[in-house]
Structure formats: C-alpha cells, structure tokens
C-alpha cells in the first residue's frame, strides 16, 4: 500500500489524495477527494496548469468525496473531462449537495450554457454513489482472485466529521491474511460547533492521513461566542447601521441562522432583536439552507430538542432570503433608505468576489455600517485588507475603485469550522488501537511540525511524516 498526494501537501486547499493498492501486477488505486487550489496556492500557475489533472487516472477505481468544500471538490470536473467514469462514493447528504456546488462552479469558471451544464451535472449524478454513515461498501478491486497474503477485499465506511453538512471522515479496510485500517480526515469540525456534533474518534487506525489546519492554535472563547456576537451586533445596530458579514454559503451561513434565532428566541422582550431584519443575499446559501433543513436527522442534539420546541432554527419570521439580482440590487437601496437594525450575510467570505462585493462598495465608507468577520481571512484576500487597515482608518481598492473604510470592523474567532489543536491531538488520543503511521497533510508549514511534534510525544512508536516531504 502506499499514499500519494495530488494537493493539500504545501497548504490547505487542493485536496486529493490518492490510495494505491498493489497486487502483483495489478495495481488499484483510490482517490480522496479532487479539490481547487485557492489564493496563494495558485501563485505562479496559469488558471489552465490549476485545473489539470496531471496525474495517471487509469488505474483509479472510484473517488471518494469527504465534503463539498470547493477546494475539496472543485477539480471534479476536469477530472471526468479527463476521463474519469468510475464511481463517486459519498455520504448520502454530501450527494445531494456536489451537483449544486458543482453547479455553481461550472457557471464561475466554465460555461453559463444551461444545456452544457445540465448535460454534465446527469453525467455526474450517475457517477454518484450515495452511502449511509456507518454503513461499509465494498469498492471495486482490479483483480479480487490474487494470493492469500495479498489484498483481496477493499471495503470502506463514512463516519460524522463534523465540519459541514454531510461531511465525514473515512476508514478504508484493507484485507488480505492480515486486516490494515487507513483512516483519512478530511476536515474534522470542532467542538462546541452549532447544528452539528463534533466527530468521535475512530476506534481503530493502523494509518492515519489527518489534516492540520489549526496544527498549532487552540480556538479561544468558543463557549462565550454566542454572547459576543450578541453585544456586536447590538452596538453595531445602536445607531440603525446595516451590519455586513461575509460568509461561505455552506456551514458558516447555517451557523450563524442557527444563532440569531437562539438569540431572538432568547430576547422576546428586546426591542433590538425583535425588529431587526436578517438578510441572506445569495440563491447559493438558500440552497444549501434547504438542504440543511432536508437532513434534520443529522443536526446534533441541542438543535433537534430547538425544533422539538416548535422552533424553525433556519427559516423564521425575521429572516429573508434573496434570490434575484434585481432583489439584490433592491435590497442595498433599501437598506440605504431604512431605519430600523439589519443584518446581512453575503459571500464570498472573504470578500473576494459575490454579491457582499456590492454591499462593501455602498457601506464600507458609512460610518454607522459595520463588517463583522467571523472566518478566517486569507493573505492577499480584500477581507484581510478590511481587517488591517480598517481600524487604522485606511482605505481599500475595490474593483480600481478608492473606499475609505469608515465602518467599524470588527472579528469573532470562535466559530471555526475546523478541529483545533487540541481537538486534533484528542482524536488520535481516543482511538483505542492507534496508529503505528500518521501523514499529516492539509496545513500551512508551522501547524504541520506543531502537530508532528505533538503526535511524536503522544505516540513514541509511530512513525509522524509530514505529506511531501
Ligand atoms: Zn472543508
Ligand atoms: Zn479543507
């Protein structure tokens, strides 16, 4: 067996991994997700070397999709120009999901022509293998009649990672004589994440493939989130200011709907949160809210006694969503010309393109407006701009166009969507069989060696690489 990686080796975006099972003269070989390179890690590469698959596809037997994050997913369709045609194994609320992320990806980069984009999605679509949590498959094998000592039987099994809707980490069986478990990550949520639960270690893993986004940070303050983002808004909409927070379309949006009902649900009495108008302004986020919605089963405890209350944590009385673009544009004159507290999410989430664009062009330069970031800001992202020179009184270039930031800017740190260090040591830990191999892949450098050295003192015996080195 071996592990080749094909992205998320140098950072965190681009993932795909591939899995390569050797019998003799057969060889078969798994992929793990097909992500897009993104921001800094698309440096010194054309937009077509991005795209490419460069890697040999003949002998992959299926791909697995972990999550539908774009930059785990996003190179799917160049995978299947390429030729791919083999199955595409995901859990069953990941599948619904991956036709309209790659949807919404295809009108982006590649075509704005309906026939071509549904002819493409059908041919996606009957790719998709869609699979319960916890339930194990068997994956198609070359050649399943080799020797005993070989492998003779893959099978593989999706367990709740936490991190999105859908999203799951994988245990691939590898038997033979002997049984082998490689386990791969994909993103691992944190703890105390609203809406879903956060993941329960494996119980078994011979090798390990974990990804270290936050290798080396623990998150501060998740517990006190919810009451810190209770007082922004409140001073930000002091004044009738429109707050504007960009946000993903998937996860953080959900998040924070899920929020802002427990707070007015919280505050009946309060004038602020029982006037104050929710705006999501993007057909894409109330997509993926309609699908969070379909897949109740899978919210965590908390959320599911909220509705048992008769509560609709994603779609109640205050929050509006917007669809068109002539809505869009109608809303900003709106809030321009109203008086009472708003609140609108928008992505991009890091105000590198979409419909927040527009809002950040009318707002930023008023000073009762407000940016609340609640998500990590890129290097060289507009968002990590707003944030630096905002609070200095500097100014940003939009579109060539010169914005004085006068609006206040202000961060939440505690609603990451990723596993912190500390929830990333606590999954090797809880395992009651641990890994003899971990690669830590899916990281910028210093998380990675934080992490490497964390796993060295837990676990002595283990071999700890870093993926590409
Ligand atoms: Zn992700
Ligand atoms: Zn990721």
């Known amino acids: 067996m071996r592990i080749l990686h094909h992205g998320a080796v140098n950072g965190v975006t681009g993932s795909c991994h591939q899995l390569d099972i050797n019998q003799g003269e057969a060889l078969s070989s798994y992929l793990i997700d097909c992500g897009l390179f993104q921001g800094a890690e698309t440096a010194g590469k054309s937009s077509a070397q991005q795209l490419q698959i460069e890697f040999d596809i003949s002998a992959i037997q299926a791909l697995i999709v972990t999550h539908c994050h774009i930059d785990h997913v996003g190179r799917i369709p160049y995978l299947i120009a390429a030729g791919f045609d083999k199955p595409i194994y995901a859990t069953k609320a990941t599948a619904a999901l991956l036709p309209l992320v790659i949807e919404d990806a295809l009108k982006i980069g590649v075509t704005r022509d309906k026939k071509l984009i549904d002819a493409f999605l059908l041919r996606l679509e009957s790719l998709i293998r869609p699979i319960n949590y916890h339930q194990w498959v068997s994956l198609p ?6 020797k005993q000592d070989e492998v003779t039987e893959v099978k593989l099994k999706f367990k709740p990672a936490g991190h999105i809707l859908g999203s799951a980490y994988v245990e691939f069986d590898l038997i033979g004589k002997a049984k082998h478990r490689v386990v791969f990550s994909g993103d691992l949520g944190a703890t105390y994440a609203p809406l879903l639960a956060s993941p329960r270690s494996p119980y078994r893993a011979d090798t390990l493939v974990i990804e270290s986004t936050y290798g080396d940070k623990n998150h501060q303050g998740r517990k006190d989130r919810s009451k810190l983002l209770k007082q922004i808004i409140e001073k930000c909409v002091a004044d009738n200011g429109v707050v504007l927070i960009p946000a993903f379309s998937i996860g953080r949006t959900q998040e924070l709907l899920y929020e802002f009902e427990n707070i007015i649900a919280k505050n009946q009495h309060n004038p602020i949160w029982q006037n104050i108008d929710i705006i999501v302004d993007s057909p894409m986020a109330a997509k993926f809210t309609q699908k969070y919605l379909e897949f109740q089963a899978l919210w965590d405890s908390e959320a599911k006694r909220v509705v048992n209350k008769g509560r609709h944590p994603l779609d109640f009385e205050q929050l509006y969503t917007i669809d068109s673009h002539q809505d869009h544009l109608a809303v900003i004159n709106y809030l321009d010309s109203r008086n009472k507290p708003a ?8 105000c590198s393109g979409g ?3 527009n809002y950040l062009k009318r707002f930023l330069s008023e000073p009762t407006a407000d940016v609340l970031f609640v998500g990590y800001q890129a290097q060289g992202t507009p968002g990590r701009d707003i944030q630096n020179f905002g609070p200095k009184g500097g100014y940003i270039m939009l579109d060539d166009e010169r914005i004085d930031i006068k609006a206040g800017v202000h961060t939440i740190s505690g ?12 999954f090797v830990k809880r395992m009651h069989h641990k890994p ?18 964390k796993y060295r003192q837990l676990l002595p015996d283990c071999e700890v690489e870093i993926g590409g080195q």
């Open 343 to 350: 609140i609108v999410i928008a992505a991009s989430g890091m």
């Open 415 to 426: 609603y990451s969507a990723h596993a912190d260090q500390a929830n990333l040591i606590n």
């Open 141 to 146: 094998l070359v050649d399943s009649t080799t």
């Open 355 to 357: 419909r927040i664009m």
């Open 436 to 453: 003899k191999h971990i690669r830590i892949v899916h990281g910028d450098d210093e998380a990675k060696q934080a992490l490497a050295g």
